[in-house]
């Protein structure tokens, strides 16, 4: 019940605007990380049903966690590394912990779905009228209730308009931030109206995209393509072609990546079109150049939240999550977290066929949105709220495993008393 209570303020407070925030001393105290603080101590005062369901990926991330705190404390002394280690700690295992408590069933893992789903879909209007008006109305109130102005001031300049449309944040810190949740969901509601064909669930398709295209980011539009390229290897995973699909979802992930760092070829045109900034890819590019001497220098505690060494004309921004957890925290740290990530994927799209469809279609939505999200990461980097989701989302399928493991079972059950019926039908 208090996992329950905790799941529901937490997707709530993914929705609170980043004005409602208190300072203590450098800290940015969130609702969001709030509950999580909560959750991962209920998960630690529980800890015995923790271990009971401790597998790969438990022992993975608390090695990440490891290497993190031990960079940060070396990079920034005890007092300073504590207090970034501990937040880092909350917005990963506390959000991994509490979808892990709360999604425990394919009934749960539904009803949060369809309520970040339900949520982002009412929310769409607001975005049609920020975009059209360019007029952040939502940070506008907020600011008005809370004195806070908290958005970077360029979202209300020219360049977050094109052709007389705003880059919508609606509720979120960035159009980025707003367009990778959008994303993140897209998955569920698509495959949902094609298990069970409801308008309602049609008007949430279309809402979901009206908001991620109301973003001009190409972060959606990369989680999109890289969605659907996953569905094809869901869908033939278990074929005799398994390599050959693997190497061809790969080698065709890696080009649309580089080609998506590139200012150069097919995908930096679409960059170029949708988010009407021909820049972005180049300036990417620069990026993991110049922040590859500070990886070289620093190969196992990384720079930790120090400035990185880059020209003085180019801002301090690193845009892929992956690099910046490798140039921040070390290539070891760094190399866990995308394993991790990735053996949670195929571990998962192993057991895919064991499953009833009525389940199946609900394990590959969760495939597709986080395989989107590891390979969406080379280019986006997972800031504000899409770090503790990224881990929440790692979290919400832990079900899985053991229901594949019932489907089973059942089989079993239904076999035996189908194989009994003929032995008694024969004598």
Excluded at 59 to 77: P, R, W
Excluded at 323 to 341: D, E, N, P, R, Y
Excluded at 363 to 378: E, P, R, T, Y
């Amino acid at each position: 019940m208090i996992f329950k209570i905790l799941g529901i303020l937490f997707v709530i407070s993914i929705f609170i605007p980043v004005e409602f925030h208190y300072l203590v001393g450098s800290l940015r105290i969130e609702a969001y990380r709030v509950v999580l603080g909560v959750a991962l101590l209920y998960s630690l005062l529980n800890i015995k049903e923790l271990l009971e369901k401790v597998d790969l990926i438990d022992i993975l991330l608390f090695i990440f966690i490891l290497f993190a705190a031990a960079s940060l404390i070396y990079n920034h002394g005890i007092q300073k590394g504590i207090e970034s280690s501990g937040i880092l700690i909350i917005e990963v295992l506390g959000a991994f912990y509490l979808a892990r408590g709360v999604i425990t069933s394919p009934k749960s893992y539904y009803r949060f779905n369809i309520l970040f789903v339900t949520i982002l879909s009412l929310l769409v209007l607001v975005s049609i009228y920020e975009a059209l008006a360019q007029h952040r109305i939502l940070h506008e109130w907020a600011k008005n209730i809370t004195g806070n102005d908290s958005l970077n001031w360029k979202l209300y300049t020219h360049y977050y308009i094109r052709f007389g449309i705003m880059r919508t944040t609606n509720l979120f810190a960035h159009p980025i931030l707003y367009g990778t949740i959008g994303a993140m969901f897209f998955p569920f509601i698509v495959l949902l109206l094609l298990y069970r064909y409801k308008i309602s669930n049609l008007l949430k398709v279309l809402a979901l995209l009206v908001g991620m295209i109301s973003t001009l980011s190409s972060a959606p539009l990369l989680s999109v393509a890289f969605q659907g390229m996953t569905a094809v290897l869901a869908q033939y995973w278990m074929g005799a072609k398994r390599l050959w699909m693997a190497v061809a979802f790969f080698g065709t992930s890696t080009f649309l990546i580089i080609e998506a760092m590139s200012n150069r070829g097919f995908f930096a045109i679409l960059i170029s079109y949708l988010t009407f900034n021909p820049v972005t890819g180049y300036y990417r590019m620069l990026q993991w150049k110049y922040s590859m001497d500070d990886i070289a220098d620093n190969p196992v505690f990384g720079i930790g939240l120090h400035d990185w060494s880059r020209p003085e004309w180019m801002n301090s921004s690193i845009d892929s999550f992956w690099l910046l957890m490798t140039m921040q925290h070390g290539v070891f740290a760094g190399f866990i977290l995308l394993f991790c990530s990735l053996y949670a994927v195929f571990h998962v799209l192993n057991d895919l066929h064991k499953h009833h469809p009525a389940t199946r279609w609900m394990v590959k939505s969760w495939i597709l949105a986080f395989m989107s999200l590891i390979l969406i990461g080379f280019t986006v980097d997972y800031f504000g709220k899409i770090q503790p989701l990224f881990f929440f989302v790692l979290g919400s399928i832990g079900w899985a495993k053991y229901y594949s493991e019932l489907n089973r079972s059942v089989e079993k059950l239904v076999s035996k008393a189908k194989q009994k019926a003929r032995q008694k039908q024969q004598r």
